[in-house]
């Protein structure tokens, strides 16, 4: 087994602690919400939604993805830090054991917020990850990003 790592940051003017309950707290609710065409809906199969909890993302039918299921190791509301494995579903295929995600919201100066994240992809084997394949999924969360933002943009008042 390998292990590819990958860092990113995003910029936006929306506060750390909005877009860490949009994004993270409330997230099950929310992303269906907004993205309805894509996101069927967010369970949870184990656990309250703390540490140790398992969620399944289920996609709406006739798309590439049928369901991801997480596993959430940490949610610090007070650090604003997040971290949880994808440990099933269609993206990991046979060459992936799982993706571990940490992901840190921190204030910038603007008022807005720097979202640092660190994702690990565990390979089964020799498989090594092409950068291809990780920009795929880098781009499919920036797309879940870019709405919530553009929502708590439009709505100032929520998640205040």
Do not use: W
């Amino acid at each position: 087994m390998g292990v590819n790592t990958y860092t990113h940051e995003t910029t936006t003017p929306v506060a750390p602690t909005r877009l860490f309950k949009a994004l993270v707290l409330d997230s099950d609710n929310l992303v269906p919400k907004l993205m309805p065409q894509v996101v069927k809906n967010i369970e949870i199969v184990e656990g309250d939604g703390g540490a140790g909890s398992i969620k399944k993302m289920n996609f709406v039918e006739g798309g590439p993805i049928k369901y991801l299921k997480h596993k959430i190791h940490v949610v610090d509301d007070k650090n604003l830090v997040t971290k949880y494995s994808m440990i099933e579903g269609d993206v990991l295929g046979d060459k992936l054991e799982s993706i571990a995600y940490d992901i840190k919201f921190e204030a910038a100066g603007n008022g807005g917020c720097i979202c640092k994240s660190i994702t690990e992809y565990h390979t089964k084997g020799d498989y090594v990850l092409k950068e291809e394949e990780h920009n795929e999924g880098k781009n499919q969360g920036l797309e879940v990003f870019k709405t919530v933002e553009a929502y708590l943009l439009a709505n100032p008042s929520v998640y205040a």
